[in-house]
T-cell receptor
Framework: EAGVAQSPRYKIIEKRQSVAFWCNPI?????LYWYQQILGQGPKLLIQ????????DSQLPKDRFSAERLKGVDSTLKIQPAKLEDSAVYLC????????????????FGPGTRLTVL | KQEVTQIPAALSVPEGENLVLNCSFT??????LQWFRQDPGKGLTSLLL?????REQTSGRLNASLDKSSGRSTLYIAASQPGDSATYLC????????????FGAGTQVVVTP
């Protein structure tokens, strides 16, 4: 079974530039998550999709970050414009969860995209 | 607001010793707790998931316990090997969210040959 795919793996940009990350979840997984992991910290959830609808985006800085999940499969996360503090690893994860409410099940993570903002 | 703490931040043990990793959380109203492993430059790999109704979960050399009332979980790794060197993170899914995990900062483990 193929895992969660992410691209690019690394990205270096200057502040105020734009950047986009792509994620392809495990086939059949209804729920997709984007996390931000700053060096030395645990991942922080940015946005969660159930199929192509947003379940939780309470920690997404909406003035500069946006995300979409087309047709309930692939997803893109965009930052525009980037700031120095956006330097982090951006992780995508997916889970099977098909219920509209209830406990989470096991999340499967991609390798992440390491973003450096200069 | 749920807070998850992992102590110590780093740990070094000789090969063959048992590893004991600790995780504490402030709100006992949880659905489950998960332990992950993270290797440098890679994503997270799920190790164990303990439902709130369970006391422990085992997989091979790994055993995780959960004491919801005291807000603690412990991950035991028996007979450690150099390949166990990684960062171990715990994460809690609280009942006021669905699928939203609150992570600790992790414990970096080095197993020396």
């Amino acid at each position: 079974e193929a895992g969660v795919a992410q691209s690019p793996r690394y990205k270096i940009i200057e502040k105020r530039q734009s950047v986009a990350f792509w994620c392809n979840p495990i086939s059949g997984h209804a729920t997709l998550y984007w996390y931000q992991q700053i060096l030395g910290q645990g991942p922080k959830l940015l946005i969660q999709f159930q199929n192509n609808g947003v379940v939780d985006d309470s920690q997404l800085p909406k003035d500069r970050f946006s995300a979409e999940r087309l047709k309930g499969v692939d997803s893109t996360l965009k930052i525009q414009p980037a700031k120095l503090e956006d330097s982090a690893v951006y992780l995508c994860a997916s889970s099977l969860s098909r219920r509209t409410g209830g406990p989470s099940d096991t999340q499967y993570f991609g390798p992440g995209t390491r973003l450096t903002v200069l | 607001k749920q807070e998850v703490t992992q102590i110590p931040a780093a740990l070094s043990v000789p090969e063959g010793e048992n590893l004991v990793l600790n995780c504490s959380f402030t709100d006992s109203a949880i659905y489950n707790l998960q332990w992950f492993r993270q290797d440098p430059g890679k994503g997270l790999t799920s190790l164990l998931l303990i439902q709130s109704s369970q006391r422990e979960q085992t997989s091979g050399r790994l055993n995780a316990s959960l004491d919801k009332s005291s807000g603690r979980s412990t991950l035991y790794i028996a007979a450690s090997q150099p390949g166990d060197s990684a960062t171990y993170l715990c994460a809690v899914a609280s009942t006021d969210s669905w699928g939203k995990l609150q992570f600790g900062a992790g414990t970096q483990v080095v197993v020396t040959p």
